[in-house]
C-alpha cells in the first residue's frame, strides 16, 4: 500500500481538509478517491490528491 495525500480547498485558499489516504497504486488511487470525495461533498471544490513521490493523481480547480 502506497500513501497519498488529500488537500481540499476554499476560494480563499484556507485549508478545508488534509488526509492521508492509503491505496494500492495510482490507478486505485484516481478511482477510489474520487469516490471518497464524492462522499465528502468535495467533488466540485478546489483539491488535490498526490503520491508520496509528489505526483498529482487528482486535481480540480
Known amino acids: 500500500m502506497k500513501s497519498y495525500k488529500f488537500t481540499a480547498f476554499e476560494p480563499t485558499g484556507k485549508l478545508i481538509v488534509e488526509e492521508t489516504w492509503t491505496f494500492e497504486n495510482d490507478d486505485?488511487?484516481?478511482k477510489q478517491g474520487e469516490a471518497?470525495?464524492?462522499e465528502k461533498g468535495l467533488l466540485y471544490t478546489t483539491h488535490r490528491l498526490v503520491n508520496s513521490a509528489g505526483k498529482l493523481v487528482l486535481f480540480h480547480i
Open 28 to 30: 486505485e488511487a484516481k
Open 36 to 38: 471518497a470525495i464524492e
